[in-house]
């Protein structure tokens, strides 16, 4: 049997008005795609209206910990005492996000916990991968 981790986060939206507006969010860690994390945001938090879900490396997560990472759609970096700094970038647009470290820290922990970071491809299923990669190539 599989645990998936599914953890809300208190996500603060930063925006050019003054304060910023909390948003519900969730970070989410499945052992079947060990190298993975989610960050999910459900339609009511979006521009758009409609669940919105990021996929991105845990690795990326755990090093924004400590220091600005990540060049591409997803950028993290610490900001401050307690708080890192998410920025997703799209052709719509890009959101940035204030998350408290804690609660990535907590998460993150259990993550490690079910998959130990260096051990991940004891838990990736790479026949089903590739029958899911080669299924509509027919």
């Known amino acids: 049997m599989s645990t998936v981790i599914?953890?809300?986060v208190e996500a603060r939206?930063?925006?050019a008005a003054p304060?910023?507006?909390?948003i519900p969010a969730s970070l989410g860690y499945d052992p079947h795609?060990?190298?993975a994390v989610r960050m999910s945001f459900p339609a009511p938090s979006t521009l758009e209206g409609v669940d919105?879900?990021?996929t991105f490396a845990r690795e990326l997560l755990t090093l924004g910990l400590e220091e600005p990472v990540g060049d591409g759609d997803v950028r993290v970096r610490p900001y401050g005492y307690d708080r890192i700094v998410l920025e997703f970038h799209a052709p719509e647009g890009t959101a940035v996000i204030h998350v408290r470290a804690g609660e990535l820290r907590r998460f993150l922990a259990s993550s490690t916990e079910l998959v130990p970071v260096g051990l991940e491809h004891l838990h990736q299923d790479l026949d089903?991968?590739?029958t899911e990669l080669l299924r509509d190539a027919r």
Do not use: I, K, N, T
Not at 19 to 22: A, H, I
């Open 6 to 8: 599914e953890q809300p």
């Open 33 to 35: 795609d060990p190298f």
């Open 19 to 22: 304060r910023m507006s909390s």
């Open 52 to 54: 919105v879900c990021w």
């Open 13 to 15: 939206l930063v925006a």
């Open 128 to 130: 089903h991968g590739l």
